[in-house]
């Protein structure tokens, strides 16, 4: 992948060139780290039908029962083109269960094809400088790691006593993100005892997007709705959401709140109310604001585009601290210490 010849328009641009000639198909890394993916980070079933289906493509049976046509050779052996044909009809097909199958090995291979890493390539994706891409800019540098994480007042899962049952909570909290760090905080602020349960890890940020969607994404980022076909992006990490958001701070819009107020009888969505003085102690804690939002090449383009048609617009309030603005991009490949916590 890819594996079509270079268009001829693109013919004398050196870095598409390059990037038309790479067979990720015979990049041995590449191939073990497929390999490794399917093996070890997808469920048992999942990885169960992905070799079945694998593992058809290379028989000739296997091939004509996928694509339902008849073929003497195996899948694996056709030209390009026939490939490309064969698999557009199994994208297109009427029967879920083949677009199933088309769905879930794009999904695999190009997630792994664009972020793996290559160490003959000093941890940069072969693919990435053809795509002007030069990675994160952290590549290699030591990260300083979030001071809150640093502070280590989480207990480690394998502590006896919590084992043994011999700590006694007033409250356990499961999940360490946004809902259930912010109810500790107030459990604890009124005096309670309280205890916070995470099945994640602590994150170690390199801001390589294979290694933080290993680590800090449930399902290693690849989980999806049962027809495959809408990925579906939640934390595993200590700190849950929070640690990889894109930390846009978009307050409840009012006619929302009027809804659940007038509708479901909400009242302390009210304006002025309980929820307003909520929102302020989050915001101020989280350092949610506006006024140090830098705007990236996209965005002035829109900006520019409002403001040539005479719209309006406005920054949404973001928490980042300090954030160098090169950086500000990788937030959702792990928060280090410039992204303001809880
Ligand atoms: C990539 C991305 C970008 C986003 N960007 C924004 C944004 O810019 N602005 C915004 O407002 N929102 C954003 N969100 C959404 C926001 O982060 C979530 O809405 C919010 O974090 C949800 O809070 P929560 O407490 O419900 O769950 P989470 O914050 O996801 O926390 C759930 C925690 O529970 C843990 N957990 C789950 N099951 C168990 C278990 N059985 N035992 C122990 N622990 C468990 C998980 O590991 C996780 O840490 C984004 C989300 C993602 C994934």
Not at 200 to 217: A, C, K, Q, R
Not at 218 to 226: M, R
């Amino acid at each position: 992948m890819p594996s079509i010849p270079c268009p001829k328009e693109y013919a004398d641009d050196a870095d598409l060139r390059r990037y038309f000639e790479i067979r990720l198909s015979r990049n041995d890394e590449f191939i073990n780290t497929l390999v490794e993916t399917i093996e070890n980070k997808l469920s048992e079933s999942e990885s169960a039908e992905t070799k079945a289906v694998l593992s058809a493509l290379s028989t000739t049976v296997g091939s004509s029962l996928i694509f339902t046509q008849l073929t003497m050779t195996p899948f694996s052996d056709w030209d390009a083109d026939s490939q490309a044909c064969a698999l557009n009809r199994l994208r297109e097909s009427q029967f879920s269960l083949r677009r199933k199958i088309f769905s879930g090995l794009k999904k695999l291979i190009c997630f792994l094809a664009f972020s793996f890493v290559s160490e003959r390539e000093k941890y940069l994706n072969p693919m990435w400088s053809a795509l002007q891409y030069p990675g994160p800019p952290m590549v290699g540098e030591k990260i300083e790691q979030n001071k809150c994480f640093a502070s280590k007042s989480t207990i480690s899962h394998d502590d006896s006593d919590l084992l043994l049952g011999n700590l006694i909570f007033d409250c356990i909290i499961v999940g360490s993100g946004a809902g259930g760090s912010v109810t500790a905080a107030n459990l604890s602020a009124a005096g309670y005892s309280v205890l916070i349960v995470e099945k994640g890890s602590e994150p170690i940020v390199d801001h390589l997007e294979v290694n933080s969607f290993e680590t800090m994404y449930e399902k290693s980022g690849l989980l999806a709705s049962s027809d495959g076909n809408i990925g579906i992006l939640a934390a595993s990490v200590l700190g849950g959401g929070p640690t990889i958001n894109w930390s846009c701070c978009i307050e409840t819009p009012s006619h929302v709140r009027t809804e659940w107020v007038e509708s479901m009888g909400l009242i302390e969505f009210r304006k002025n109310g309980e929820f307003d003085e909520a929102m302020e102690i989050v915001l101020s804690r989280i350092s949610g604001k506006a006024d140090h939002v830098v705007h990236n090449a996209s965005n002035k383009i829109l900006i520019e585009g409002a403001k040539s048609m005479g719209l309006s617009y406005e920054a949404t309030k973001q928490n980042l601290k300090d954030c160098a603005t090169d950086r500000a991009g990788y937030i959702c490949f792990g928060a280090s210490s410039y992204h303001f916590f809880l």
